[in-house]
């Protein structure tokens, strides 16, 4: 099994809400990751967890909350969020954060209204 | 300030033709480099790794090579055809602690 599976794939939530995104991989990768992407742009580093643990935060705003509740599955917490975060989130795993290829899912297409 | 960037950002070529894509980057001494492909609505896929003691890698059509005096990758798909049309993305680890930070992309059409 090579695939990151994330859900759902598309997701509108009003900005009063609360949501979550999840993702889940079964490589047995020791490191994770979400990005953002806004259209035309590249992917955007939003958190990275090593060996469960939190170990990037690119200054992210404290309404996306990351949990890592094993190796295997990746959560993004979302809340109070504007339309401006509408975006495609992505999850990414590799096999440790070190020297080697990131495996990407195919994103969750969020709609902020 | 640091800085990834694609030469272009499209690039259109006639099949059968070499696709050559450009990356540079300023003020980083990455221990390797990463190239992606990007379709529409997908997640990137990995395409290639070259580290910095590597001039050259191949895969089936596709080369890549790193200059880390100049501080520049090259991409290159040969014998191109329409089904190679996406976005290519190169990707860096700044940090190499997994800060994996992307350029800006190239979209590159293929045409019959």
């Known amino acids: 099994d090579t695939e990151v599976t994330q859900t759902p794939k598309h997701l509108v939530m009003g900005m009063t809400n609360k949501k979550s995104l999840k993702c889940e991989q079964h490589?047995?990768?020791?490191?994770m990751y979400w990005y953002k992407q806004k259209a035309k742009k590249p992917p955007e580093l939003m958190f990275v967890?090593?060996?469960?643990?939190?170990?990037i935060n690119e200054s992210v705003p404290s309404r996306f909350s990351p949990e890592c509740p094993n190796s295997s599955l990746l959560n993004l917490h979302l809340h109070a969020l504007q339309p401006e975060d509408s975006a495609l989130y992505l999850c990414?795993?590799?096999?440790?954060?070190?020297?080697?290829?990131?495996?990407f899912g195919q994103g969750t297409r969020l709609t902020v209204v | 300030s640091q800085k990834i960037e694609q030469n272009s950002e499209a690039l259109n070529i006639q099949e059968g033709k070499t696709a050559t894509l450009t990356c540079n980057y300023t003020?980083?001494?990455?221990?390797?480099l990463q190239w992606y492909r990007q379709d529409p609505g997908r997640g990137p896929v990995f395409l290639l790794l070259i580290r910095e003691n590597e001039k050259e890698k191949r895969k089936e059509r596709l080369k890549v090579t790193f200059d880390t005096t100049l501080k520049q990758s090259l991409f290159h798909i040969t014998a191109s055809q329409p089904a190679d049309s996406a976005t290519y993305l190169c990707?860096?680890?700044?940090?190499?602690?997994?800060?994996?930070?992307f350029g800006q992309g190239t979209e590159l059409s293929v045409k019959p």
């Open positions: 967890y090593s060996y469960e643990k939190l170990s």
């Open positions: 990707a860096l680890d700044i940090t190499q602690g997994g800060k994996l930070i």
């Open positions: 490589m047995g990768h020791r490191a």
């Open positions: 003020n980083y001494s990455p221990a390797y």
């Open positions: 990414a795993s590799s096999p440790n954060v070190r020297d080697t290829e990131a495996f």
